[in-house]
């Protein structure tokens, strides 16, 4: 599967990185950026309830 983030949506919360660090980071202008779009299948749980917990639905699942 791979994640996606809509940067017009993303508000930058920061929600996904605290329950993803290794997939989810912020830089210092406050910008998304996922570090390896090809989700893992150890960290696939967590990256479904980091989509699932976006205020703004700006990840995407695929």
């Known amino acids: 599967m791979k994640i996606s983030v809509d940067p017009d949506q993303c508000e930058a919360n920061g929600i996904c990185v605290g329950i993803a660090p290794d997939v989810f980071e912020l830089d210092d202008e406050d910008v998304l ?21 976006c205020p703004k639905a700006a990840l995407r699942l695929q």
């Open 33 to 53: 950026h996922i570090a390896n779009a090809d989700v893992p299948p150890d960290r696939l749980a967590d990256v479904e309830d980091a989509v699932a917990q």
